[in-house]
T-cell receptor, first 113, second 115 residues
């Protein structure tokens, strides 16, 4: 069964600290993996998209890693800011087509001053 | 920067009523999508639309749902007879392509509350 699991479910960190969010998936065959940031009451915004051949991708203070062998991904946030408070969603694509996007339930990150 | 817009931001309706949720995708995009997110749950795919017809739909997208692109800019989701369990955030998204790691751009969502 194609599933995407994320951990932790929620996380509270102090402003300026780093954190790492985890994503494990069982989606097969794998096409690509995306990380989205979703502010409360807003639509998801894409942070990174990685294909099978990519094992790391950065977008500013966000760095995603992918291990396609172990089917794990992580999102590392450096020097966190208050505006990083949001849900971070891991989405794995089985193949071309929107019906083949499998969403995780997200990690709720709260950055406190 | 172009963005996907949705109206209304919040819709309250009574059970059994019809609702139409509206979206304006990014102008040069060709693929359009609707997703929903029940409070506290994961985002779920509903339907994708290309070249004026449905290209994919999920099990959730039953006969109560329909989509339409009535003109060159709007993309609508209609729920014919709303149920309590239709209460959710509905997100519209668009993309230029659906091949490979295509980028999807999401709108801000419409919160639908069925009473």
């Amino acid at each position: 069964k194609n599933q995407v699991e994320q951990s932790p479910q929620s996380l509270i960190i102090l402003e300026g600290k780093n954190c790492t969010l985890q994503c494990n998936y069982t989606v097969s065959p794998f096409s690509n993996l995306r990380w989205y940031k979703q502010d409360t009451g807003r639509g998801p915004v894409s942070l990174t998209i990685m294909t099978f051949s990519e094992n790391t991708k950065s977008n500013g203070r966000y760095t995603a890693t992918l291990d396609a062998d172990t089917k794990q991904s992580s999102l590392h946030i450096t020097a966190s800011q208050l505006s990083d408070s949001a849900s971070y969603i891991c989405v794995v694509s089985e193949q071309t087509g929107a019906n083949n996007l499998f969403f995780g339930t997200g990690t709720r990150l709260t950055v406190i001053p | 920067e172009p963005e996907v817009t949705q109206t209304p931001s919040h819709q309250v309706t009574q059970m059994g009523q019809e609702v139409i949720l509206r979206c304006v995708p990014i102008s040069n995009h060709l693929y359009f999508y609707w997703y929903r997110q029940i409070l506290g749950q994961k985002v779920e795919f509903l339907v994708s639309f290309y070249n004026n017809e449905i290209s994919e739909k999920s099990e959730i997208f039953d006969d109560q749902f329909s989509v339409e692109r009535p003109d060159g800019s709007n993309f609508t989701l209609k729920i014919r007879s709303t149920k309590l369990e239709d209460s959710a955030m509905y997100f519209c998204a668009s993309s230029r392509s659906d091949i490979g790691p295509y980028e999807q751009y999401f709108g801000p969502g419409t919160r639908l509350t069925v009473t």
